[in-house]
């Protein structure tokens, strides 16, 4: 398939330095934020989590990403959804249909930022004993593997809606996951049929072990002056990007993307970015090792378009998102997309066919196919009243 360079906006980590108050992402900010990313063109946004949020030195609570993803499903009709969901003490099993049905919620549009931060208080919310730091990238390889294997337990044809016979699904083409890992086992099927990407796109840190679609890739920071470098340092950042996205690159299976992470800040209205930040200097928008630009539109254009050379995407970090995404949407992608480096996504693309990515073939369905004996079958009724017996 046709691979674009592929442009997401993170949505949280700007929201809360943007809202005011202790919910610093409500609802309507969330659905104005995605909307407003949507009309910018931007390939899909994602929805930054964490189960322990603290703010001014308190903890506070709101929806996971997975629901406030789904909640602008319906609203929207390109973009792509990508929640974060920390996977290591969450059940594999809800984590599989979550994610199935904000798929189906966004007819195709749904992806998982898979995130694996073994936190005490993390698993403490979970009732879990936390898991060693060592073991995090191994937890989530078997929680990957889980949900993928639950995604594929109704085949694409399993519901068929007989009215004459009373029959809604065909149970030969619905199975049991069977799957056993480490620290715990997942049988199925999931409660839900298949989604229309087969399977949401799965995205992970580069380095992880587990089953990804595509792998995040900080622009790491060259020394403390490159965390704001300006328009006379793109060529020589770009060059670094490019070397070290070309090693990471090196280190991928084949047909898994890679995603660049880049923090951005926009000249705007006559107020230079770097002036923004530097009154913003202590918010947490952007993480220590990742590199974060400040500057006019066109030198960030420059930047994407030398980074869309090894990278098949970015993933943007807007140092203020009402200021930078409209900068964003209104003087940068216009010119990728004139440079034909970048497309917006179009209304009723799947993002697995915006990100050139194909639609998996269902496992048990292949294995059917192939005259493989399997018992993984739900059983009928009957055979369930006959094995009681």
Request: glycine share 8%.
């Amino acid at each position: 398939m046709t691979r674009s360079f592929a442009v997401i906006v993170e949505l949280d980590d700007a929201l809360e330095q943007d809202a005011a108050g202790v919910d610093r992402a409500p609802a309507s900010e969330i659905a104005r934020a995605a909307l407003a990313a949507e009309r910018a063109g931007v390939t899909a946004v994602s929805f930054q989590d964490h189960p322990t949020r603290i703010a001014d030195g308190a903890r506070y609570g709101r929806l996971d990403a997975v629901l406030r993803a789904a909640s602008v499903a319906p609203l929207t009709g390109s973009i792509g959804l990508l929640p974060v969901v920390h996977a290591l003490y969450n059940e594999p099993f809800h984590v599989a249909t979550q994610l199935a049905s904000l798929d189906t919620a966004s007819l195709g549009r749904g992806g998982w930022i898979a995130a694996a931060d073994p936190d005490a208080a993390i698993a403490a919310r979970h009732g879990r004993d936390p898991l060693p730091r060592e073991l995090a990238d191994a937890e989530l390889v078997d929680v990957v593997e889980a949900v993928r294997r639950l995604w594929d337990t109704w085949e694409d044809d399993a519901v068929v809606r007989d009215v004459a016979s009373g029959r809604y699904l065909d149970r030969e083409k619905v199975h049991y996951a069977d799957f056993a890992g480490e620290r715990f086992s997942v049988k199925g099927p999931s409660i839900i049929p298949r989604s229309p990407q087969g399977q949401p796109v799965v995205i992970g840190a580069a380095g992880s072990s587990a089953e990804l679609d595509a792998a995040l890739v900080d622009v790491a920071a060259q020394g403390a002056g490159a965390l704001a470098f300006g328009p006379a340092a793109v060529p020589a950042v770009a060059s670094a990007a490019a070397a070290s996205l070309a090693t990471a690159r090196d280190q991928l299976p084949d047909g898994v993307l890679l995603i660049a992470q880049l923090g951005f800040a926009l000249d705007s209205a006559g107020l230079p970015a770097r002036e923004r930040l530097a009154a913003t200097a202590a918010a947490p928008t952007f993480a220590d090792s990742r590199a974060r630009f400040a500057g006019p539109a066109h030198a960030l254009t420059d930047l994407l378009a030398a980074i869309a050379g090894i990278a098949d995407g970015v993933r943007l970090f807007p140092a203020h998102l009402g200021i930078d995404l409209d900068e964003l949407g209104r003087a940068v992608l216009p010119e990728l997309r004139r440079r034909d480096v970048f497309r917006s996504p179009r209304a009723g693309e799947t993002l697995r066919t915006t990100l050139g990515l194909a639609r998996p073939a269902n496992r048990f369905a292949a294995a059917r196919g192939a005259g493989e004996t399997t018992d993984d079958t739900i059983p009928s009724a009957t055979d369930r009243l006959e094995v009681a017996r």
